[in-house]
C-alpha cells in the first residue's frame, strides 16, 4: 500500500500477526455528509472489506467530532443548541452510511464523551514540555519537535514566512497550534486545570485512537485535505506524548472534483449523499467512486454517473444470465472446447482481479477484471446450448468474492440463499401463460406490468418466459 509518510508503495505488514487496527477520521457533524465524503468512506470502506477478505481481523475506529468552532457557528446561525444539531447531523450520517451500504465501524468515539482523557493527554504534553498555557488557551510548541513536517513536507520556517500572532492570541509562534481552547461567552465548555473551556481539533483523534487502538497501531486514513495541518499535528502532539512512531501505514484518499474544483462545503458546489441516494441506486454511487483508484482525483459529471449506473445495469444482467442458464445447465462428463475457453477466461481474471486489489487498493484495474469475467460468461452461453454447472458457479464463485469486497451484489446474494420468491414467481408465469392461451391479454399484461413494478423482467423467449431482476 501507498504509505503518505515516506511517500512509496511499501509491503504491508501489520504490528500484530492476523490483525489490522485502523482508525478513519470521521466529519465534524455540523451539516449534512455530501459526495466528496462519499468518496472518502466508501474507498475505506473497501480497503477494510479486502483486508477481511484476505483474513485479516480489523479493529476499525472512525471519531465524531460533535464540538467545533464549525458547529457552534451553524448553531448560533440557526438557533438550534450546538449538541442538538450536532446529535441530529451525527444521526444523518449513520443513516448515509448504511444507505452506502457502508460497514459500520467498530468503535464510534465523540469527543464529548472523551473530555478527560484529553485534558489528560494536553496535560502529559505539558509535563513533557511540548505545551504551554497562553492568555486563550493551551498550545503545542511547534519547534520543539524535530521530525515536524515529516508527513506533508511543510517547513517550520515556511509557516513562520509572512505569518503572525494576531492580537488576542495566546501563543508564542506563528506554527503553534490550540491543544485546549479558553471558552468564549455562550460556548459550550467544561472545566479543566487552564479554566473552562474545550478542546482543540487536532488533540481529539490522537485522545481517542490511542485510547482504543493503543499507542502505535497499523492505518491511520482519511481525505487529502487532512494531510496539513490535521495529521502533521496529530503525529506531532501523540508521538511527542509517547515517544514512540504512531502509525505504521498513512492513507490517503484524493478529492472529487466538480469543474476543476474541489468538492466542499466553503464553495458550495456540493450534492449531498441524500439528494443523490434519491436518483440512484446506492451501488451506483459505489461503483461510479470505484471506477478510479483511490488516491486519484474523482470527477463529478453526470455522464460519470450515468456511466456507472449503465455498468452495475451489465453486471447485474450477467447475474440474471447465470441463474437462468443454471435452470438448464448440466453436470458434465467432459468439457469441450468452450468450457476451456470461459474456465481460462475466469481463471485469469481471477488472478488479475487481486493482483490489482493487492497492488494498493486498484479497483480501477479490479473492475477490469470483473467485467472480463461478465464478458467470457455471457460469450460462453451465446455458445453453448446446454451449459455446464461447473462453469457457471466458478463465475458466481467470483462474483460473490467481489460482491463482498466492492459492497455490491449483497442483496441479490442474499435473495439466492433465502429462495422463496422464485416459486411465486414461476406460478405467476405460468398463469400468464394460460391467460394468453385464453387470449385474455388485459389481464396477462397487467401481470407483467405489476411484476416489472417490483423488479421482475419477463422475456418471452422460443423456449420459453423468462424473468430476470431489476436492480438499477
Known amino acids: 500500500m501507498y504509505n503518505t509518510l515516506t511517500k512509496q508503495k511499501e509491503e504491508f505488514r501489520p504490528l500484530r500477526e492476523g490483525e489490522v487496527r485502523m482508525y478513519v477520521c470521521g466529519p465534524t457533524v455540523y451539516d449534512y455528509t455530501h459526495l466528496g465524503h462519499a468518496r472518502t468512506y466508501v474507498a475505506f470502506d473497501v480497503i477494510r472489506r479486502y483486508l477481511e477478505h484476505k483474513g485479516y481481523m480489523v479493529l476499525m475506529v472512525m471519531n465524531f ?8 457557528r451553524r448553531a448560533n446561525e440557526t438557533g438550534e443548541d450546538p449538541k442538538e444539531l450536532a446529535e441530529k447531523f451525527l444521526r444523518y450520517f449513520l443513516e448515509d452510511m448504511t444507505a452506502l451500504k457502508i460497514k459500520p465501524a467498530d468503535i464510534y468515539p465523540r469527543v464529548t464523551e472523551h473530555i478527560e482523557e484529553i485534558i489528560d493527554f494536553v496535560r502529559k504534553l505539558e509535563d513533557r514540555g511540548y505545551a504551554y498555557e497562553g492568555s486563550d488557551g493551551v498550545y503545542f510548541e511547534v519547534q520543539k519537535f524535530g521530525d515536524y513536517g515529516k508527513l506533508s513536507g511543510i517547513k517550520v520556517e515556511e509557516l513562520r514566512q509572512g505569518a503572525r500572532v494576531e492580537p488576542g492570541e495566546g501563543k508564542k509562534n506563528p506554527e503553534d497550534f490550540a491543544l485546549w481552547k479558553k471558552a468564549k461567552p455562550g460556548e459550550p465548555k467544561w472545566p479543566s486545570p487552564w479554566g473552562e473551556g474545550r478542546p482543540g481539533w487536532h488533540i481529539e483523534c490522537s485522545t481517542m485512537s490511542t485510547k482504543y487502538l493503543g499507542e502505535q497501531f497499523d492505518i491511520h ?57 434519491k436518483r440512484y441506486n446506492p451501488e451506483v454511487i459505489r461503483l461510479f467512486i470505484l471506477q478510479r483508484h483511490y488516491r486519484t482525483p474523482l470527477d463529478y459529471t453526470e455522464e460519470g454517473i450515468e456511466h456507472a449506473k449503465n455498468n452495475l445495469e451489465r453486471l447485474y444482467n450477467t447475474l440474471e444470465n447465470i441463474r437462468v442458464a ?13 468450457e476451456f475457453e470461459a474456465y481460462n477466461a475466469i481463471r485469469d481474471a481471477r488472478k488479475k482481479f487481486y493482483d490489482a486489489m493487492d497492488d494498493d487498493f486498484n479497483t480501477a484495474e479490479a473492475l477490469k477484471a470483473v467485467f472480463e469475467v461478465s464478458n467470457a460468461v455471457n460469450r460462453y452461453l451465446t455458445r453453448v446450448e446446454k451449459p455446464a454447472e461447473s462453469i457457471l458457479r466458478k463465475a458466481l464463485e467470483f462474483f460473490k468474492a467481489v460482491s463482498e469486497v466492492f459492497g455490491i451484489f449483497e442483496d441479490y446474494f442474499r435473495e439466492q440463499k433465502a429462495g422463496g420468491e422464485e416459486a411465486l414467481i414461476q406460478f405467476l408465469i405460468d398463469v400468464r401463460a394460460r391467460l394468453r392461451k385464453e387470449r385474455n391479454f388485459a389481464l396477462a399484461d397487467r401481470i407483467r406490468a405489476e411484476l416489472r413494478e417490483m423488479g421482475i423482467q419477463l422475456e418471452d423467449t422460443p423456449e420459453g418466459t423468462i424473468w430476470k431482476r431489476i436492480r438499477v
Open 221 to 277: 486514513g482519511g481525505g487529502n485535505d487532512l494531510i496539513f495541518p490535521h495529521h502533521e499535528n496529530e503525529i506531532a502532539q501523540t508521538e511527542a506524548c509517547t515517544g514512540k512512531q504512531w502509525v505504521r501505514y498513512w492513507l490517503h484518499t484524493g478529492f472529487l472534483m466538480v469543474n476543476g474544483e474541489k468538492m466542499s462545503k466553503s464553495l458550495g458546489n456540493f450534492i449531498t449523499i441524500r439528494e443523490m441516494l
Open 65 to 72: 467530532t460533535d464540538i467545533d468552532d464549525k458547529i457552534i
Open 326 to 338: 443454471m435452470s438448464k445447465a448440466e453436470l458434465p462428463f467432459r468439457w469441450e472446447k468452450e
